[in-house]
């Protein structure tokens, strides 16, 4: 049967990783399409999963009253969307839609947290994976405040 | 005494470096909330400069200020420069208008190494005002296209307000030999581009690293973590050229005020070998 274990192993942000996890994380995989302007989850909710994107875009907003939704980044493909599943209280920080028909592989997150419980090798290399990608965000996110194009700096 | 110092200051810089030459407006338009383009007409000879170098502009009356020439290098009968409302002299610039002169001293400085990248890809990345700039040398590429191989232009800005040359993006983006990505700060929700900051938009380009060279304009922190990021892609560290702008103030190294080190921004740069500066990146004192 063919499963999504070559795509995965071929993924950077999986690339490197020991054959029997990458077995262990493609039990929890499957694809998933958006169209355009679908909601793929909102702030509050609970994040029980977690995206690599294929193709097309998601952009992360965050709604505020009397000025609506803000964009805050956008996500396109070979990005990995969403780590709230890992950290708890593992409910979704922002909102997530997708700007256009979006392909990605949805992997079960609570399905991930048990396995990482029980196998503590997989769960290091799992955060240390996901440490490097919100380390990144964190930093694109100190740039932003920044306002480097502010006139007056 | 005076005669003496006029006559030896003569000798180190020919007068036509130090006396402004009226140049008459002949169209203005606005880009953005704060910033301006005006067109001047060249003497009869027309107007030479290689893309990257910048003119210093005056006020009569107000004052000087170095802006980077931001059209094409190839049309010589025009003199084209991108300018934000910022302090008194370009702010009080913003008023002008068709018919009206403007002194201009240049052009001065360095520029972007667009001739001897042939045969290389390419990869823009502007910040901000930055492209300004950058499109001389965008158009010196895009009319040698077959020169070069893959050419990229990676754009960041504030808002989808603040995005320059909107018009002029969207044709480029158009072309099928020229890759345009384009990302902004913050957006509303009906915005469909991209949010972020420009560095992210590297890794998403499709570029040979191993045969790059990047040009990089904009503010120094954006070129700093831009520079980080074409490292980490692969970029060689001689290939990545950037422009500073620090406290120009004379366009001739003269003044002192642009020097840094051993180097005099407004004569030894502004585009530099982004190896040349690299402790000036990190240097927090100047």
């Known amino acids: ?153 | 005494m005076t005669a003496i110092l006029e006559k030896s200051t003569k000798e180190i810089i020919p007068s036509q470096e130090m006396i402004p030459e009226y140049f008459r407006i002949t169209k203005t338009q606005k880009d953005t909330h704060d910033t301006f383009t005006i067109e001047l007409e060249p003497p009869k000879n027309g107007f030479n400069f290689t893309p990257g170098q910048f003119n210093m502009l005056y006020m009569f009356g107000v004052g000087e200020v170095p802006i980077s020439i931001s059209g094409d290098p190839s049309d010589r009968n025009k003199l084209t420069h991108t300018i934000r409302a910022v302090g008194s002299v370009t702010r009080t610039m913003q008023k002008l208008k068709k018919g009206d002169f403007v002194g201009i001293r240049g052009p001065f400085g360095t520029h972007w190494p667009a001739e001897e990248s042939i045969g290389n890809d390419i990869v823009i990345v502007a910040g901000g005002i930055g492209l300004a700039p950058l499109r001389p040398s965008i158009y010196h590429i895009l009319s040698n296209r077959e020169k070069y191989g893959k050419v990229v232009l990676l754009y960041g800005t504030r808002t989808p307000n603040d995005i320059l040359y909107r018009k002029e993006l969207e044709q480029w983006r158009a072309r099928f030999d020229l890759e345009v990505l384009i990302t902004v700060d913050r957006a509303a929700s009906d915005w469909k581009g991209n949010v972020g900051v420009v560095t992210t938009l590297i890794p998403r380009s499709h570029f040979d690293p191993f045969n790059t060279v990047a040009m990089v304009c904009g503010p120094e922190i954006m070129m700093r973590f831009s520079v980080q990021d074409l490292l980490k892609c692969g970029v060689a560290v001689n290939n990545i050229y950037v422009s500073m702008e620090r406290n120009m103030k004379c366009g001739i190294g003269f003044c002192g005020h642009c020097q840094c080190g051993s180097t005099f921004i407004c004569k030894d740069g502004p585009v530099y070998p982004y190896n040349n500066v690299k402790d000036i990146f990190i240097k927090r004192e100047i």
């Not at chain 1, 262990?24 to 977690?50: H, K, P």
Request: charged share 25%; hydrophobic share 40%; net charge negative.
């Open chain 1, 1 to 153: 049967m063919e499963t999504l274990e070559p795509l995965l192993s071929e993924h950077p942000f999986l690339k490197g990783l020991d054959p029997k996890h990458l077995q262990l994380i493609t039990g929890c995989a499957s694809n998933v399409r958006f169209d355009a302007g679908q909601i793929i989850f909102r702030e509050g909710e609970e994040a029980d999963q977690f995206y690599i994107i294929r193709n097309g875009k998601v952009a992360l907003q965050i709604y505020t009253p009397g000025r609506g939704s803000i964009i805050i980044d956008t996500l396109t493909e070979g990005d990995i969307l969403g780590w709230s599943w890992l950290i708890p209280p593992y409910q979704w920080r922002f909102d997530a839609v997708a700007g256009e028909l979006t392909r990605a592989i949805a992997l079960d997150g609570k399905c991930l947290r048990n396995k990482c419980e029980s196998d503590h090798d997989l769960g290091y290399e799992l955060l240390k994976r996901f440490a490097s990608i919100v380390d990144s965000r964190l930093e694109s996110t100190r740039l932003r405040l920044l306002d480097m194009y502010d006139s007056n700096p």
